[in-house]
């Protein structure tokens, strides 16, 4: 796994406009060495201000939509078009602004597809198995960006401190008794994260610069889930100056735009 570097922004208006511009720019180079590219998705109030920004600036044009997997790293289990669904958010923002390939959309599924909570996951697990390829070497495909937002209690995805999930080694599991409503979700668990070619962390916030801190030191991922966020050549955590506010300097490698 990456050694994680820390790139500090302003504030989290200016944080969320350069990693959208930092997206477009990572799918761009992938299209153009490999033809297709895929991303996965976070929610929250700054993912989905990152998707805003990439929809509202021209150079999203420069991301061949078409050839792009798109794929969520947890769901809340909801009905489809639920307001506090991860992807009702995404297209809203940007998914329904760009010519994207519906086939290319991977949705986790919710109460409404008939499936339970586990076999939603289960589904979304032989999805991810189909798409995986022989040089991803396991079940999940090598993910090219995985975003990821961070609480302050150090959660990524719905992988919250001390639950069941950051034990399990399936690529991906119901989450029962989430502290945070609704209660049942859908998540990635850590080795699918590690998957990644690159995972990029989000944070804005005075709030979450504990958690920072402790995501970017030796803390052990079952107490502190971000601390297991890594990608397998590249790990950002792409902080505004609040969230950044308790990092040592000898932590990661910072640098401010």
């Not at 991303?39 to 109030?45: E, N």
């Not at 992988?159 to 119901?174: E, K, N």
């Not at 052990?220 to 050549?233: E, F, I, K, L, Y």
């Amino acid at each position: 796994m990456s050694v994680p570097s820390v790139v500090v922004h302003r504030d989290a208006d200016v944080l969320a406009n350069a990693v959208a511009a930092r997206i477009i720019t990572r799918l761009v180079d992938v299209q153009s060495a490999r033809g297709s590219a895929s991303i996965v998705l976070t929610g929250g109030t700054v993912g989905i201000a990152t998707l805003a920004a990439i929809a509202a600036t021209p150079a999203r044009d420069a991301v061949d939509w078409r050839r792009l997997d798109i794929w969520w790293g947890d769901e809340r289990f909801l009905p489809s078009g639920d307001k506090e669904r991860n992807e009702t958010g995404a297209r809203e923002a940007l998914l329904d602004h760009v010519d994207v390939n519906p086939e290319r959309v991977h949705v986790m599924l919710g109460p409404d597809s008939g499936l339970t909570a586990e076999e939603s996951a289960e589904s979304y697990a032989a999805e991810l198995r189909r798409a995986a390829r022989p040089e991803d070497h396991g079940p999940v495909p090598g993910f090219d960006v995985m975003l990821l937002g961070m609480g302050p209690d150090s959660h990524v995805a719905s992988l919250f401190p001390g639950m069941p999930a950051l034990y399990d080694t399936r690529p991906v599991v119901a989450v029962h008794g989430a502290p945070k409503p609704p209660p049942t979700r859908i998540s990635l668990t850590l080795p699918a994260i590690q998957s990644s070619r690159e995972v990029w962390v989000v944070a804005a916030g005075e709030e979450k610069s504990g958690a920072v801190r402790l995501a970017l030191s030796d803390s052990g991922h079952v107490q502190v889930p971000a601390s297991g966020a890594r990608g397998r050549a590249r790990t950002l955590f792409l902080l505004d100056r609040a969230a950044a506010s308790k990092i040592p300097p000898e932590l990661g490698r910072i640098s401010s735009p």
